[in-house]
């Protein structure tokens, strides 16, 4: 039996890379003489350097930057030639930040800025970012700042709040010190920045921001949109990482599907044509594995192949009809296996007994 193992991270329990070996070592109890393929995989967000700089042949630079309440924070660059890749959850994921301690409207992006300026300062002439898990939504004012970009009544590297009162943005020195660097921003998120569907009402809530706050959040956002470039915001992905893909677009950024983007690197395609079953996996399987997640990324290279693709999950919260319009045949997950208590505390045990479960249905 030769499988592919190609997951997400478990956030908060599991990188992918300790995903990918659960799986493999719960397979290989019931199929010891399986052949193995591995891909940990992501989609731009934590965990994106992790994924990369086992396939990548390149060096990791060690920075300390401006977290997203001001804090110091070591981050890594990985440097490939003259491409560099950043990992901007590094420098401003919500993960960086304890739940009671959470000031989504002060927190800012400015470390983002420090990580480009870092890649700038060794060489690089492209740079590739991984955008997700951000606990910011700055409109990526914080990245333009530590640029050289300047406001006129408000602070810029502030958080949304500062852009309150700003009068004036000047981009000039922003553009000028990344001049002739090429940019990537890989992303799962199409929205735009701002309104209905944009960062702050979409996905504020999960950086902590209040529902009766997102009204005057937004029109910060808004404000600055219209200082610095009111019709960039309305772009796709604009709204990616509480605006932070609207800062790479305002500096040229191309955008680009983060699954996508790891997948290529990865040998995903030519990975999945040499197998005969391909299993990914994360957290939770629900509707937002839908839209530009791993998950998706992954079942679509596996019936491109026309080959199964099974996921290991958590929890699953998607019926079976749903995840076969994915190209997913079946799901397995681990509150239903082992408990949610034990999932827990025990998540590569509890993944690997699941993948021995799978193994009893699926190896030949």
Known sequence: MRILIAPDKFAGTLTAVEAAAAIEAGW??????????????????????????????????????????????????????????????????????????????????????????????????????????????????????????????????????????????????????????????????????????????????????????????????????????????????AGAAGGLGYALLLLGAERVSGIDLVAELTGLKQKAAQVDLVLSGEGAFDFQSRDGKVIAGVAKVANDAMRPCVVLAGKVLIGSREMRSMGVESAYALVDAVGEEQAFADPSGSLATVAERVAKTWAR
């Open 28 to 237: 290989r109890r019931r199929d010891p003489n399986a052949e193995v393929l591995v891909a940990p995989m992501a989609d731009g967000g934590p965990g994106f350097i992790d994924v990369l700089s086992a396939v990548v042949d390149g060096k990791l630079l060690s920075v300390t930057v401006r977290g997203p309440l001001g804090e110091e924070t070591p981050a890594t660059v990985l440097l490939a030639g003259e491409t560099a890749y950043v990992e901007t959850a590094q420098a401003c994921g919500l993960h960086l930040v304890e739940p009671k301690q959470r000031r989504p409207e002060d927190a800012t992006t400015y470390g983002v800025g420090q990580l480009i300026v870092a890649a700038v300062d060794a060489g690089a002439r492209r740079i590739i970012l991984g955008l997700g898990g951000s606990g910011t939504n700055d409109a990526g004012a914080g990245l333009l700042a530590a640029l050289g970009a300047t406001g006129e009544s408000g602070e810029l590297d502030a958080g949304a709040a500062g852009l309150a009162g700003l009068t004036a943005v000047d981009l000039t020195a922003a553009r000028e010190r990344v001049a002739g660097v090429e940019f990537v921003a890989a992303s799962d998120v199409e929205n735009p920045m701002l309104g209905l569907r944009g960062a702050t009402n979409v996905f504020g809530t999960q950086k902590g921001i209040a529902d009766e706050r997102k009204p005057e959040v937004d029109g910060w956002l808004t404000h600055f949109a219209e200082l610095a470039d009111r019709k960039t915001a309305d772009q796709k992905g």
